[in-house]
């Protein structure tokens, strides 16, 4: 895969330069909204954030962009967008070189309102004299969508021996008491937002932790049927280039090994990966850990597979087993189509959801450098089925801008599944596939998949590119999507 740079392209972004640009009908949400997790104006349908870290915004290259595409019954058009900068009304900050607004997104109620709200990430906002120490904003839900918002908290001083806060985001109920709670993660640095929070930004606490090691992403979900979301933070270390995996769990009475008091870590020391999402594929009513080992096998990494793999770990009253022996799935897997090859990166972008709406979630997996024929990494995107048994590789089913059906065609470079989300956009009880071609004309594009019976259909794909939905500069659009 090309190398990614952060020199843009010097067109102006005249249609971003006054900020909010949103084209929505009217909301069918007249009473109370969902509550919806990723429904962001309460009328019953989800909700998908795209990032696009590196739009210009007006004559500023590299500021960065969200670009929100609304549900409704027949999915998401680019008549139903919104599309927010820091120059956007209401947003905090300013748009500026480099900021990488929208280089991490996540979503969930935070003020307790019903509206899904969005935090965005920029991984290379200046703090004060502080250059490159990251911050992150929360754009606020409500009935006409997203609008407004109010920066979290910043980090202590200490961060700018690091920098690049913002980098990972979640979302979840960390403790159990029923209010969604933020973490924020940045290099060594990780920060904890205990929610509700108040419009202004301001959690009910925060909590500042270093000790989870060097990581730029984190996973959430719960593990073990507790009600309360696990924290999982993939990081590498020198012993160990494969990802040293450990999830932080509430347990007031067993923390003390940490200093969050009142959660307690686990190690899964046999798990590698740098990158996962979280869903019950089992169906046993505890989430599972899939997650993403994209790196071939070298010297100091002797693990995984050539082209990459994915892993299971299914979760359990206690949690993942750190003994059990976890599904391994990559192109090589009877029934999976494709083969292993050198730097294919199966793995580099994973999400679960129900796509066939059979009640065991799936996996949609990225191979961002697949080649398909001469067209070098032009990436490709595979649904794995999950069961009873757990997650399987029969019926497995590979996408690529090839397929019939699907809009566009393969070529060089393009990147398709650089990112991909599961999740039910038409309410239609099946999640549909939204993924990123991060390289697409140089600027990044998105296709739907809807979801139906028998896993994803192609009728009625759709395609959005960076310039459809008013964006310029080089962008980077759908290299990031909510989860």
């Known amino acids: 895969m090309r190398k990614r740079t952060l020199l843009l392209a010097t067109t102006l972004a005249t ?9 929505l009908p009217a909301t069918t949400a007249t009473a109370a909204p969902s509550g919806l997790a990723g429904d962001f104006n309460g009328d019953g349908y989800r909700d998908v954030a795209i990032g696009a870290m590196s739009a210009d915004v007006g004559s500023v290259q590299g500021a960065g962009a969200v670009v929100v595409l609304y549900g409704s019954s027949s999915g ?52 004060g004299d502080r250059d490159g120490v990251g911050s992150a904003t929360v754009i ?81 979900g719960d593990l073990n049927g507790d009600k309360a979301a696990e924290r999982i933070y993939p990081y590498s270390v020198s012993s160990d280039h494969g990802g040293v995996i450990g999830y932080l769990g509430y347990d007031p009475a067993g923390g003390e090994t940490h200093p969050e008091s009142d959660y307690a870590q686990t190690m899964l020391p046999k ?29 100091d990494k002797p693990g995984g597979h050539k082209g990459g793999q994915i892993s299971v770990w299914y979760g359990g009253p206690n949690g993942p087993d750190p003994a059990q022996k976890p599904t391994v799935i990559h192109q090589d897997t009877a029934g999976v189509p494709g083969a292993g090859e050198v730097e294919d990166r199966f793995g580099s972008a994973v999400s679960v ?95 739907v998949l809807r979801g139906a019976a028998s896993g994803l259909t192609t009728t009625g794909a759709t395609s959005f590119t960076a310039r459809g939905v008013s964006l310029k500069g080089g962008a980077d659009f759908g290299w990031v999507i909510s989860q």
Request: no cysteine; proline share 3%; glycine share 20%.
């Open 353 to 447: 959801g129900d796509v066939n709406g059979d009640k065991f979630a799936d996996v949609a997996v990225g191979a961002s450098g697949e080649d398909n024929g001469t067209a070098k990494d032009s990436g490709s995107v595979t649904i794995l089925f999950g069961s009873a048994t757990g997650l399987k590789g029969s019926g497995a089913k590979s996408y690529t801008q090839n397929t019939a059906g699907v809009p566009g065609g393969n070529e060089t470079g393009d990147a398709f599944g650089v990112s991909v989300r599961l999740v039910d956009l038409d309410k239609n009880g099946k999640a549909d596939l939204v993924t990123g071609s991060g390289y697409e004309n140089s600027y990044g594009a998105v296709t």
């Open 271 to 299: 798990a590698d990966g740098s990158l996962g999402s979280v869903g019950d594929i089992n169906g046993d009513g505890y989430g599972d850990l899939v997650l993403g080992d994209y790196e071939d096998p070298r010297g």
């Open 140 to 220: 606020w839900g409500g009935k006409s969508g997203l609008s407004g918002g109010s920066s979290l908290p910043a980090p202590s001083s200490r961060l700018a021996e690091w920098g690049g806060y913002g980098s990972g985001l979640a979302t979840g109920d960390f403790d159990g008491d029923g209010k969604t709670d933020v973490t924020v993660t940045g290099q060594s640095y990780t920060g904890l937002y205990k929610g509700p929070f108040a419009r202004t930004g301001t959690p009910t606490s925060q909590t500042s932790v270093y000790e989870v090691g060097s990581t730029y992403d984190v996973i959430a």
């Open 76 to 127: 998401v058009s680019a008549a139903r967008k919104t599309v927010i900068t820091q120059n956007s009304t209401g947003v905090p900050g300013t748009a500026e070189y480099g900021d990488r607004f929208g280089s991490s997104i996540a979503a969930g109620d935070l003020n307790a309102d019903g509206y899904a709200d969005l935090v965005v990430g920029s991984q290379y906002e200046s703090i």
């Open 15 to 23: 249609t971003l330069a006054t900020g909010l640009l949103t084209a």
